[in-house]
């Protein structure tokens, strides 16, 4: 294998330089130098993801389809010395939505992907047998998975580390979801401990029979200046010592806001129907927030060079929910989605349906989407116990949510039909259940209630991939945090006003999009781990060794998301699509109010330079990013696309 230094291309700083092609049908590897132009075009994860993407799936190729492609990918700054920066993406066209799907994880699995010499590794085809890729130092080899085929995530993990003789080499799996094409399955990563879970990912994986990538490298990741590099990242630390909000972002992760987001009403509860939690007072709050939490937490972990430390280490000791000690903790999206929205206030069952989702290989927010749609049918009488087998579906029954989580990771009896995803499994029960699937694009949304701050709310509507937070999160700016920032948010007046909340919402999307493709996290940056966005696109030049200032950020973020949108538009997707479920436009939530899309979509497609008829990018825009070449696709000259050509 040769490394960076035997390249002969001019990369930046950041980058292995190499490209792993891997044809499962046809069992060949291939390696690829990566393209310079790509690098400084689309960055990485899903820029350079993306792009390929584009180029490689036409629009008559299914997610269940050999011709797909599932890219691992990373960012320059992934397995740097670079703070926070320890992310991967991965890449496909979703079985979930039918569009750009994409789903990101921390841990360390993306940074010794980095060690054993690649950037990415882009799978084709689909394995007669099941296999796995092993990668060390960066030879590449398939092998036979069949011993493995069956085992949950985490059994995967710890029997590949054993078998290969190295504790030291990361895995990604996926569990029984993904082998079974579970629509709502993802990819877990260390220890089943992370997972890259959104968009079904896990299902594509499972049907190209690749149960599991493991890596393992000790090359290091070049870059351009160190001694700049070494100074931001101590300013980091040191801020990191005394930065209030940091601190208590270490102290309380991501669930420490569960309290303090219910009482902004940002947090939904029974399916998206009730402003309460467990009746009067909300004593479900206390159960599952910051003090229930207390009875389960037992420490803190951390991801590749992260000094935040904010993930939980959850133990229950006994009883029908015990787990194993040290296992991952429910986040806020866990708490939200499998808790309050399923009407569940059983902190010790929440920790073990989070745990048994990381070992199945499930997305939590979805499995709470779909759980809490098939509970309200349930109630409503439009399921019942002959449609459940037997269980009683009811809110708040959390015996009942184990079982049928068991049911859709294996796809028997009625899990079958829940594990099409809340879209889906909607349409089969009818009835009128298709409108209570609170989803946009197919995918089931993050658990911020939009009707708490208005951008959200256009923001789930239009995002590409689904109404998801780690796109654009903007109730913390909308709370006046726009003040504090460098870049050029509008002025907003508050929270429920509809004024500038297109604007919000674009900027939010387009700086997300600079730090996903670079490969930081999103929440230790919002945390104030980096004290202001400069000093991140000052670490990012220091890296790659690239110029770079706010306002180019910010284009490489807007090239990505326009890119991502003309994918989903070649594919099938229609402005009409730019939407949320009625229940947030028409009933009121704790904080009595509605999301008022269309006060805001206006703003939004103008600032966007999208047309406001078709919902596509303008050819003025195209040209503008530098996506000149989807012009042809979205604006034929003739009414009709060209067809390109098939790259197998």
Known sequence: MKFRSDLTSDLPGGYMGWTLRVDLSRNKILKVPLDPSLVKTYIGNQGIAGKILYDEVPPWVEPFDPNNRLIFSTGPVTGTMTTTAGRHSIVTKSPLTGYFGDASSGGFWGAELKFSGYDMI????????????????????????????????????????????????????????????????????????????????????????????????????????????????????????????????????????FDSSWQLGDVPAYNWSRIDFGGPGDPGVEKIGREGQKLIMIGTRTCYVCPVACRRVAYVESGPFATEKGVEGPEYETLGSIGSNCGIDNIYAVAKLNDLCNMYGIDTISLGGTLSLAMECYERGMITKEDTDGIELKFGNDMAAMAMLDKIAH????????????????????????????????????????????????????????????????????????????????????????????????????????????????????????????????????????????????????????LKKAFNMRHGCTREEDTLPERLTKEKNKSGAVVKLDEMLPQYYTVRGWDPTSGKPTKEKLSQLQLDFVVKDLWPENGVAQKPALNN
């Open 122 to 257: 882009v799978f084709q085809g689909r394995a007669p047998k099941p296999v796995y890729l092993r990668i060390i130092d960066g030879n590449a080899e398939l092998k036979d998975a069949k011993s493995y085929w069956g085992k949950d995530a985490r059994e995967t993990d710890h029997a590949l580390r054993n078998d290969l003789s190295d504790k030291n080499v990361k895995v990604a799996a996926i569990g029984p979801a993904g082998e079974n094409m579970v629509r709502i399955a993802g990819v877990a990563n260390d220890n089943a401990e992370r997972i890259a879970a959104r968009c079904g990912v896990g299902a594509v994986m499972g049907f190209m029979n690749l149960k599991a990538v493991a890596v393992r490298g000790h090359a290091k990741v070049p870059v351009a200046d160190m001694d700049t590099l070494k100074k931001v990242v101590s300013e980091v630390t040191q801020r990191g010592k005394t930065d209030q909000a940091l601190q208590d972002f270490h102290k309380g992760g991501t669930s420490g806001s």
């Open 411 to 562: 796809r028997e009896g009625f899990g079958n039909i829940l594990a099409e995803g809340s879209r889906r499994a909607g349409m089969i029960i009818g009835n009128g259940a298709e409108r209570l699937s609170i989803q946009v694009k197919g995918l089931e949304m993050s658990v911020h209630d939009p009707r708490a701050a208005q951008s959200m709310g256009v923001h789930y509507a239009c995002t590409v991939t689904g109404a998801r937070h780690t796109e654009g999160f903007t109730l913390g700016l909308e709370l006046g945090g726009w003040k504090k920032s460098q870049l050029p948010y509008p002025q907003i007046v508050d929270r429920f006003s509809t004024e500038n909340k297109g604007h919000l919402a674009i900027v939010e999307e387009n700086w997300r999009g600079f730090i996903n493709t670079s490969g930081w996290c999103v929440f230790a940056m919002k945390y104030g781990a980096y004290g202001g966005e400069s000093n991140l696109v000052k670490a990012y030049s220091a890296v790659t060794g690239i110029s770079m200032d706010l306002a180019g950020a910010l284009n490489v973020g807007e090239r990505v998301f326009n």
